[in-house]
């Protein structure tokens, strides 16, 4: 069975934000977090019709989008271990879930940490990280430069700051396209198992499966004509995707990864149609998604060599180490690929597909709510509210059945979330005091520095959440942030 890839904590020192004004108390309190998997219709950052509700929520973006920038730009080179191709430029990890059994080699002595990692095979032990895989931060870097690309593209669209459309030409240039800094346009090396004959493996695929974070922040700045997007990197980038999307094609390790029947197979297929977004191939996303829902959704979820219709359960991941965090995560996939074929109007829509099964996305969700009691941290939990969120604006939220469960189990936090920015429509029940708020974020100067006012909440539907409940509480909190705040980045636990 295949595994897979975690990122990991990562704490940054003090970050000073002494010109930023007016944000909420609780928008220091949500750390960045690392979503498995997000796409924002550009449309919609760019038509700036928001929401008066999401203004909090905006406002975290703006302070996600420095904080993801932290460490930039990134580059496949910045590693000490290269790939047995001897090239810095080959994409480079080690299977996260691979260890050396040396039982069998027939040594007398001993061996060094080198001879181990030449001579022993590897084999996978499910959900067991080893921490060998650290050596190399390709993936962890991708993951960053990936929520990089996407808060600073969505805070350019926000407030139009110069700052964030600089920040994201930079980093694409530095990973993509820079003569000393760039990436092959293959994982031929991806996810290592270490041992004889060291090699790519099929599940290093998935290491570049952030690819829909990186459309959503390039599509916004290309389709909203941010001066700093110049059509030399335009040209520059579509030329490497061009390339990748031909690896994907015909690779043995991407075809492999393709007829993946867990979240393996999900998350292939929203990067192919990700990146066919991105350099415009309409028609081949729309060919990449209907070739996911009539395959690996509908029939591929096999398990244990029976073959078995996918069910709201979602059996294989469900069968896994961590089934709450497996199932979210390949959720996480289903969603972002229903969310790009509504940006390119597909017919009919992702969301109402249903399997032989009888399941569909939203069966799916609503087995993983009802069994949050699974989760083996808050932080597990958390992976679940935003593919709520976006469920929620997906498919509509009768009787306010979505914003209730996020509101009850997340408190008003989850408005503060940048997921509800681009989840709209989605209730905000009452937390936001709608009537006394200009709602919008503006810039006044570089460093996105917010001239926008967070009006008073009015006490919402839990009364126990961190946030502020009346506006001279929150005002006092937001000099104690100022002076104190420090930027905490959390990436959850992405094991897959
Ligand atoms: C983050 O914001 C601070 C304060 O405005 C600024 O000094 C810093 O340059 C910003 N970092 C990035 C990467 O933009
Ligand atoms: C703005 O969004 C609202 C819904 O939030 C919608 O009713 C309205 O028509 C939109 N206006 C424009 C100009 O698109
Ligand atoms: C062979 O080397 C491994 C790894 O160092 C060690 O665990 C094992 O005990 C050694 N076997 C023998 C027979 O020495
Ligand atoms: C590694 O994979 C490539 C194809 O991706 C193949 O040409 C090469 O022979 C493989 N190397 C080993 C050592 O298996
Ligand atoms: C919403 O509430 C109405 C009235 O109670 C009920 O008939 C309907 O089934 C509910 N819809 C959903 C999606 O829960
Ligand atoms: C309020 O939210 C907290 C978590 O933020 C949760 O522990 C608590 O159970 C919630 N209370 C109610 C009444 O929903
Ligand atoms: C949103 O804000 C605008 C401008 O302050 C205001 O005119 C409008 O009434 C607000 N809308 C809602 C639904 O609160
Ligand atoms: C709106 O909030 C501001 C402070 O954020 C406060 O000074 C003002 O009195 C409030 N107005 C109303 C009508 O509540
Ligand atoms: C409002 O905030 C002030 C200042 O933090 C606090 O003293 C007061 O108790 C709060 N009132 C309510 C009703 O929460």
């Known amino acids: ?15 000073c934000i002494p010109s930023v004004v007016a944000l909420a108390a609780s928008t220091y309190q949500h750390a960045l977090a690392n979503y498995a998997n997000v796409f924002v219709d550009p449309n919609y950052v760019i038509g700036k019709n928001y929401s008066n509700t999401t203004f909090d929520a905006q406002q975290t973006i703006l302070r996600w989008a420095n904080d993801s920038a932290q460490g930039g730009p990134w580059s496949v080179t910045t590693k000490q271990y290269l790939a047995p191709s001897g090239d810095k430029h080959d994409y480079t990890s080690f299977a996260v879930y691979s260890w050396a059994d040396c039982s069998h080699v027939g040594n007398t002595t001993q061996l060094t940490p080198e001879q181990i990692w030449k001579t022993c095979p590897y084999v996978t032990i499910d959900g067991k990280l ?13 993951d960053s430069l990936a929520n990089a690309v996407l808060y600073n593209g969505l805070a350019w669209g926000i407030t139009g700051s110069s700052t964030y459309a ?45 690819m829909a974070k990186i459309a959503s922040g390039i599509l916004v700045l290309r389709d909203g004509k941010a001066q700093e997007w110049t059509s030399d990197i335009d040209k520059g980038f579509v030329g490497w995707i061009n390339n990748y ?71 294989l991941e469900s069968s896994r180490t961590r089934p709450f965090h497996y199932r979210a995560y390949n959720l996480a996939a289903m969603i972002t690929t229903a969310r790009i074929a509504d940006y390119i109007s597909l017919s009919p829509s992702v969301w109402t597909k249903t399997t032989s099964a009888g399941s569909t ?47 009850h189990n997340d408190g008003s936090r989850y408005i503060t979330d940048p997921t509800f920015f681009w989840s709209q429509p989605l209730s905000d029940l009452g937390y936001v005091a709608a009537s006394n708020q200009t709602r919008s974020v503006t810039t006044s100067a ?43 980045v959390v990436t959850a636990a992405l094991l897959l």
Do not use: C
């Not at 530095?174 to 092959?184: E, K, V, Y």
């Not at 509509?396 to 914003?403: H, I, K, M």
């Open 130 to 142: 080893n921490p060998e895989a650290d050596a190399i931060p390709n993936a962890d870097d991708f």
């Open 361 to 407: 996305i939203t069966s799916a969700l609503s087995f993983s709510m009802s069994h949050l009691g699974d989760a083996t941290s808050d932080t597990e939990k958390q992976e679940l509210y935003p593919l709520v969120a976006s469920v929620a604006a997906g498919v509509g939220d009768a009787n306010n059945t979505y914003s209730k469960f996020l509101s």
């Open 446 to 488: 570089a460093h996105g520095v917010s001239t926008g006012t967070s009006g008073g909440k009015k006490g919402g539907g839990n009364g126990s959440t961190k946030e502020g409940t009346n506006g001279s509480e929150h005002s006092a909190s937001v000099r104690v942030g100022m002076s104190s705040v420090v930027g905490v």
């Open 245 to 315: 999307i031909g690896w994907l094609h015909t690779s043995p390790l991407a075809l492999k990864e393709k007829s993946s029947t867990n979240n393996h197979g999900s998350y292939y297929f929203t990067q192919l149609a990700a990146l066919q977004v991105m350099v415009g191939d309409i028609a081949g996303a729309k060919g990449t998604i209907n070739e996911y829902l009539g395959g690996t959704l509908i029939l591929g979820l096999g398990i244990n060599g029976f073959t078995v219709l996918m069910t709201a359960s979602q059996p």
């Open 1 to 15: 069975m295949s595994v897979h890839k975690t990122s990991a904590l990562l704490l940054f020192a003090a970050a």
């Open 166 to 210: 600089t920040l994201v030409a930079t980093y694409i240039k530095a990973w993509f396209l820079d003569a000393d800094t760039f990436m092959n346009p293959n994982l031929n090396y991806a996810q290592m198992q270490r041992g004889p004959g060291q090699n790519g493996t099929h599940t290093g695929v998935l290491d570049l499966k952030a």
